[in-house]
């Protein structure tokens, strides 16, 4: 699975073993014209310092408005997209409107640090990832430093060449990635050290428990440890209470994102938050 998949060799009719294939064959076919008719849009969730206590970024995660079945979220299109391979230009799309949206919180007056964006494994494949990525930041006049790509394992497992000189040439630029999910996956250490991730996202799975659960709270502070030893920040998914938030300052997790301070909400909302910080 995590191989580096090879054009469009895969059959739309593999969807046939999902849960609900009516649906998502639906949901694959209305992709398309859903991208034209501008139904998708990104939601914003704010990054909190745990130091400063202020928003110092986002993730930009993202939303299909369908006409007929509402609100749509990422984990009923985006496994599909990525199967189809219409997560290339899906994910063209969210890259794009990141930079747009980014564009009007700097006009508005506002500066973060850094912005999610997730990139999965599959939009690698394209030859012009890299160009397309160049040419969003000239046409947006952004700083490349906000930009952070968010993997996911998987990504990285297969040890992948082309993925890496991707990783590499982004990277030369000013961009920054993250490892997503992290502890949930397979990468190595080895992968770690070899690749520019600047931070380790720890999947909110181990955030959960917190801070009653022995094997989650040692988990967490050796994920912790083990980022701060290799210079890159931690920032916890997931934060619903103040119990699991305190357990984090506490250990020094840099920062956070979770319902405890806000779900993902659209751009004039999240511009809304920016003012009263
Ligand atoms: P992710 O990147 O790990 O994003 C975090 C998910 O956790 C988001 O789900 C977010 O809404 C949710 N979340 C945040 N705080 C909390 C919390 O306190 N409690 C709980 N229970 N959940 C929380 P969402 O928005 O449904 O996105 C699901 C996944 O879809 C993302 O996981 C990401 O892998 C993927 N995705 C979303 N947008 C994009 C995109 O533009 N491109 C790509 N390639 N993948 C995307
Ligand atoms: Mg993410
Ligand atoms: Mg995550
Ligand atoms: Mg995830």
């Known amino acids: 699975r995590a191989k580096r998949m090879h054009g469009c060799s895969f059959s739309i009719y593999e969807q046939s073993k999902d849960r609900t294939p009516s649906y998502q064959g639906l949901l694959e076919a209305d992709i398309w014209t859903a991208l034209k008719k501008e139904q998708f849009q990104l939601y914003y969730q ?3 310092d745990l ?3 202020d928003i110092v970024g986002a993730e930009a995660l993202i939303r299909w408005n369908h006409p007929e079945h509402g609100l749509i979220m990422p984990n009923d299109f985006i496994p599909v997209s990525e199967h189809t391979g219409q997560i ?3 994910g063209f799309w969210a890259i794009w409107q990141t930079g747009r949206d980014l564009k009007q919180i700097k006009n508005a007056g506002f ?3 850094k912005v999610g964006v997730n990139l999965s494994f599959r939009q690698f494949q ?3 990832l890299v160009q397309t990525i160049h040419r969003i930041i000239e046409s947006e006049e952004i700083d ?3 930009f952070e790509f968010e993997l996911t394992e998987s990504a990285l497992f297969s040890d992948d060449q082309h993925v890496q000189k991707c990783i590499e040439q982004l990277s030369k630029i000013g961009i920054d990635f993250s490892l997503d999910d ?3 996956g397979y990468s190595s250490f080895s992968l770690l050290q070899k690749l520019p991730i600047s931070s380790l996202k720890i999947d909110r799975s ?6 009653d659960s022995h094997d989650d709270t040692e988990i967490i502070r050796a994920i912790i440890t083990l980022a701060h030893n290799l210079k890159m920040r931690v920032i916890a998914e997931g934060v619903e209470t103040k119990a699991q938030l305190d357990f984090l300052i506490k250990n020094k997790c840099d920062q956070v994102q979770g319902y405890f301070f806000s779900p993902p909400v659209p751009l004039s909302e999240f511009m809304k938050m920016l003012k009263a910080d």
Not at 206 to 211: G, K, R, S, T
Request: net charge neutral; no cysteine.
């Open 182 to 184: 992290f502890g949930t």
């Open 206 to 211: 181990f955030v959960a428990q917190l801070p």
């Open 51 to 53: 130091l400063s206590g």
């Open 88 to 90: 290339i230009p899906l």
């Open 126 to 128: 394209d030859d012009h």
């Open 46 to 48: 704010p990054r909190i």
């Open 111 to 113: 500066s973060l640090a």
């Open 144 to 146: 490349t430093r906000i």
